[in-house]
T-cell receptor, first 114, second 107 residues
Framework: EAQVTQNPRYLITVTGKKLTVTCSQNMNHEYMSWYRQDPGLGLRQIYYSMNVEVTDKGDVPEGYKVSRKEKRNFPLILESPSPNQTSLYFC?????????????FGPGTRLTVL | KQEVTQIPAALSVPEGENLVLNCSFTDSAIYNLQWFRQDPGKGLTSLLLIQSSQREQTSGRLNASLDKSSGRSTLYIAASQPGDSATYLCAVSGLVFGKGTKLTVNP
């Protein structure tokens, strides 16, 4: 089944404890991105990647890191999480760039930082 | 800066009714417009993608239209069912999302 998977689905952590949220897609998509969704603010892009080893900042990149060493994987790293990063996170992918192609989303990761 | 608005924020209808959801955007220079549904606690499921050069797309009971000149897209749902209850979001050029319309279809 063609899909985008994320792990973990739920995570509660404490301020300053480094964490990684994994994202993987099995559709051979070139483009991948991370979003956060907050009440009243909607979905905002954190980082995106046009292909392996090519990443760039979205609208809200502060406090996050990403890497794209393999085409299928695009992990999101929070090196020192803070409570304002409590949010619902989504990974998405599309065949090529998001300007012309349909985006497919993962199931989401609900992160709580205490 | 592109802004996307979805009004109303919530809509409740009886089962069987045909309905229209709205998505407005401020900059007509768009590449595409995509409609999603989001169930509580779940991810976004792609419903329809309309390219900039297209006027509409159809899938089953869903029909999405695009009018760039007026900065509007509509999602028409025919013969609504309780299973259609969800939040519907639109996204412009894959990047700017509306805040969604929460649809409740009552049996």
């Amino acid at each position: 089944e063609a899909q985008v998977t994320q792990n973990p689905r739920y995570l509660i952590t404490v301020t300053g404890k480094k964490l990684t949220v994994t994202c993987s897609q099995n559709m051979n998509h070139e483009y991948m991105s991370w979003y956060r969704q907050d009440p009243g603010l909607g979905l905002r892009q954190i980082y995106y990647s046009m292909n392996v080893e090519v990443t760039d900042k979205g609208d809200v990149p502060e406090g996050y890191k990403v890497s794209r060493k393999e085409k299928r994987n695009f992990p999101l790293i929070l090196e020192s999480p803070s409570p304002n990063q409590t949010s619902l996170y989504f990974c998405a992918s599309s065949l090529r760039d998001f300007l012309y192609n349909e985006q497919f989303f993962g199931p989401g990761t609900r992160l709580t930082v205490l | 800066k592109q802004e996307v608005t979805q009004i109303p924020a919530a809509l409740s209808v009886p089962e069987g009714e045909n309905l229209v959801l709205n998505c407005s955007f401020t900059d007509s220079a768009i590449y595409n417009l995509q409609w999603f549904r989001q169930d509580p606690g779940k991810g976004l499921t792609s419903l329809l993608l309309i390219q900039s050069s297209q006027r509409e797309q159809t899938s089953g009971r869903l029909n999405a239209s695009l009018d760039k000149s007026s900065g509007r897209s509509t999602l028409y749902i025919a013969a609504s069912q309780p299973g259609d209850s969800a939040t519907y979001l639109c996204a412009v050029s894959g990047l700017v999302f509306g805040k969604g319309t929460k649809l409740t279809v009552n049996p």
